[in-house]
T-cell receptor
């Protein structure tokens, strides 16, 4: 079945550590996105990519980095510069018909 | 500023009743989408309505769009306990390049 796979499901980060969240899709979608969701709130856009080897900052890109070397993959790195990284991270891809989301990664700073 | 804003923030109903959620937005749109999110999971696309459409149906879901009032509503008929989730609207702006904005969502609780 086509879909988006995010891993890991849960991730714990120590202060000052960089961590990378994985996102893979087999839907053959050109566009991919990373969103952050805080408790009881909507989604805020971190980064998006509309084509391989190109990506754009979203509304809250500071402290995050991405790469898009392959159409299927769009990993997100949460760097030590992100001071409040504890959140639920959602990866998505899209066509004209709407977004398909992964199951999310819950990141907690310990 | 927030584009899509859902109302109410939370809704609690009995199984079998209808649930209505509203979404308001500020700028012209190409389309509006509704998504569902179960606790701790990703969002699932429910329905997309284009700016030139006024109403769409999908099973027990009915979506209306009033572009003159910049608002949309999602009606879930004959609700079930399994409909308990958060529901989000998302709007694709008609101008200004890529911009899909998600609202903060309505939390629906259906009591069995």
């Amino acid at each position: 079945d086509g879909g988006i796979t995010q891993s890991p499901k849960y991730l714990f980060r120590k202060e000052g550590q960089n961590v990378t969240l994985s996102c893979e899709q087999n839907l053959n979608h050109d566009a991919m996105y990373w969103y952050r969701q805080d408790p009881g709130q909507g989604l805020r856009l971190i980064y998006y990519s509309q084509i391989v080897n190109d990506f754009q900052k979203g509304d809250i890109a500071e402290g995050y980095s991405v790469s898009r070397e392959k159409k299927e993959s769009f990993p997100l790195t949460v760097t030590s510069a992100q001071k409040n990284p504890t959140a639920f991270y959602l990866c998505a891809s899209s066509t004209w018909g709407g977004y398909t989301f992964g199951s999310g990664t819950r990141l907690t700073v310990v | 500023s927030q584009q899509g804003e859902e109302d109410p923030q939370a809704l609690s109903i009995q199984e079998g009743e209808n649930a209505t959620m509203n979404c308001s937005y500020k700028t012209s749109i190409n389309n509006l989408q509704w998504y569902r999110q179960n606790s701790g999971r990703g969002l699932v696309h429910l329905i997309l309505i284009r700016s030139n459409e006024r109403e769409k149906h999908s099973g027990r879901l009915r979506v209306t769009l009033d572009t003159s009032k910049k608002s949309s509503s999602l009606l879930i008929t004959a609700s079930r306990a399994a409909d308990t989730a958060s529901y989000f609207c998302a709007t694709d702006a008609a101008t200004g390049g890529f911009k899909t904005i998600f609202g903060a969502g309505t939390r629906l609780f259906v009591k069995a």
